[in-house]
C-alpha cells in the first residue's frame, strides 16, 4: 500500500485502525531508542529515520539529493515493515537479530536484506526492535555505509 503523506502524522492519518496502533507503538519505540544524531522525516512515502545531510552532506548514493536513510517502516497490504540498513550492512548485527528474535517472538522470523515483516500484529518483539535501535548511532552507520555500500558501489562501475 502506498500512502501520499508530508508529515508521519499525515501518513499515521491514513492507516486502517487496527494498524495506527501498532505504527505508533513502532514509532515511539524507536524515537526513545535511537542514539541522537538521527532525523524523522518522511523519505520513500514512510516515516524513516535518518542521517540528514547536515551531518552527512553526501547523502544517499542512489539519490544524493535525499538524507541517507538507516529505518524505515511501513503499513504494507498483507504486514507492517521495519526496514534496517544496519542490518543489511552488519553481518554481526543480523546474526544477533536472527538469534535473538525466536526469545521474542513466536512466529518465524520472515526477512528480507533489511526488511522484517510482521504479519501478526499482537506478536511484535516491541523490546527486541528498542534492542536493536540502541545499537548503532549515526556515525557509526555513516562509518559501516561507507565501508561496505559504497566501496561495492565503486566496484560496480
Sequence with gaps: MTYKAHSIEEYIEQLPEERKEV?????TILQENL???????????MPSFVVSHHTYPNGYHCDPKLPLPFINYASQKNFVALYHMGIYANKELMDWF??????????????G?????????????????????????????????????????KKAR
Excluded at 35 to 44: A, D, K, L
Excluded at 98 to 111: I, S
Excluded at 120 to 126: E, S, W
Design 113 to 153: 536484506k533489511s526488511c522484517i515483516r510482521f504479519k501478526k500484529m499482537n506478536d511484535i518483539p516491541y523490546e527486541l526492535i528498542a534492542e536493536l535501535a540502541q545499537k548503532m548511532t549515526p556515525y557509526d552507520w555513516i562509518e559501516l555505509y561507507e565501508e561496505n555500500i559504497m566501496k561495492t558501489t
Design 35 to 45: 542514539p541522537e544524531g538521527f532525523t524523522e522525516q518522511i523519505n520513500y512515502g
Design 23 to 27: 505504527i505508533v507503538k513502532l514509532r
Design 98 to 111: 536472527v538469534a535473538e528474535y525466536p526469545k521474542h517472538c513466536k512466529y518465524k522470523l520472515d526477512m
